[in-house]
């Protein structure tokens, strides 16, 4: 039976001595999910704000929902995008994912 107690005791004496270690881990843990999850969303949400607010009448987009056309009006906060003559499409300026070269 003591030597149980003293069992025991040599576990418990043994996981408080490693107070450091935790903090480590939790650290390397938010620098990889900033690095490999934070930054490069960031990354892609600059670029799109850019490509958005480069948006010119005439210039061929690719849209979110896979509508190929022309833009033929730019507002503020829509564009009109024309996907076949005569047929004109109203919509948000952040449905716009891709301009063709």
Do not use: C, W
Request: glycine share 10%; charged share 20%.
């Amino acid at each position: 039976m003591v030597s149980e107690a003293f069992a025991m005791a040599g576990q418990s004496a043994g996981g408080q001595q490693g107070g450091y270690e935790g903090i480590i881990m939790l650290v390397a843990m938010f620098a990889i999910f900033y690095f490999l999850l934070i930054r490069p969303q960031q990354k892609r949400a600059k670029q799109h704000k850019e490509l958005v607010s480069a948006l010119s009448a005439g210039d061929q987009v690719i849209t979110a929902g896979g509508l190929h056309g022309k833009i033929a009006a730019v507002e503020e906060t829509t564009v009109t995008v024309e996907v076949a003559t005569g047929v004109k499409v109203k919509m948000n300026r952040s449905a716009i994912t891709e301009v063709k070269k």
